[in-house]
């Protein structure tokens, strides 16, 4: 579990990805690394973290949905100016640690059974017994948007009665965006697939002609934090 001062402060959307799990241990040498104390000062350092596909997604896909508030403008057109293409870059960019302040990150299987590199999926148990660790951090750090990355990040919600009234579900007709209530709050849930799954449909849905699901993804976002967060006055 990872935070930010800006998260904190709640000067901007709370936005909190439900990632997997830890991938591989060479990021971090000492167990003292993955605490929530050193995840901390990784973020108050404002350097870059360990570039995976994961993780450069992660700040793509956040950089969109912070873009449509007109936030972080600056990290969008100068990512373009270095790629020509601002999300679908090939590797972590200078440009993308402006999002890092913003956003939180779970994984929702705590353990890695991985070693020597390897990036291989938990086993199915690790995020069954879990699955209510996560529950009860999303409920402490009160997001306002979640995004879930793949099937076992998506399981945690699914057992929070998600909700579609009509007026929301005409509004937002993708199944794929719902509500969902965490001790008494509401909060927008958008799920999409893990971005390095082998379909490569998260690039898909962003990257190519004719597809509009971020687009989608994104006005939910905008629409969803304009309503629920007036003091923001976005």
């Known amino acids: 579990m990872g935070t930010s001062p800006k998260y904190e402060e709640h000067s901007a959307p709370r936005l909190l990805f439900v990632s997997l799990d830890p991938g591989n241990n060479d990021h971090y040498s000492e167990p003292s690394d993955r605490t929530p104390k050193a995840i901390r ?13 994961q993780w450069r997604a992660l700040h793509l896909f956040a950089l969109r949905l912070f873009n449509e508030i007109r936030m972080l403008l600056d990290a969008r ?11 679908r870059a090939r590797k972590c960019e200078n440009e993308l640690l402006p999002v890092l302040p913003y956003i939180a990150n779970v994984n929702s299987a705590k353990c890695s059974a991985n070693g020597n590199g390897k990036m291989d999926k938990a086993p199915g148990g690790f ?25 076992e990040a998506a399981a945690v919600l699914a057992e929070m009665n998600p909700q579609r009234t009509p007026e929301f579900a005409v509004r ?22 893990h971005p390095v799954n082998k379909s490569g449909l998260f690039w898909k849905e962003g990257c190519t002609c004719g597809s509009h699901e971020w687009c989608e993804y994104a006005r939910a976002f905008a629409d969803w934090s304009r309503a629920s967060i007036p003091s923001l006055c976005l």
Do not use: M, S
């Open 41 to 53: 000062r990784f973020h108050e350092a404002d350097i870059d973290g360990p570039c995976t596909p």
């Open 77 to 87: 057109d100068a990512l373009f100016a270095a790629t020509g293409r601002v999300y």
């Open 127 to 151: 995020f069954v017994k879990c699955r209510n660790h996560v529950q009860e951090e999303l409920a402490v750090l009160e997001p306002d948007t979640i995004v879930t990355q793949g099937n």
């Open 172 to 193: 937002h007709p993708n199944e794929r965006i719902r509500i969902v209530t965490i001790k008494g709050r509401q909060v927008l849930w958008i799920q999409t697939t």
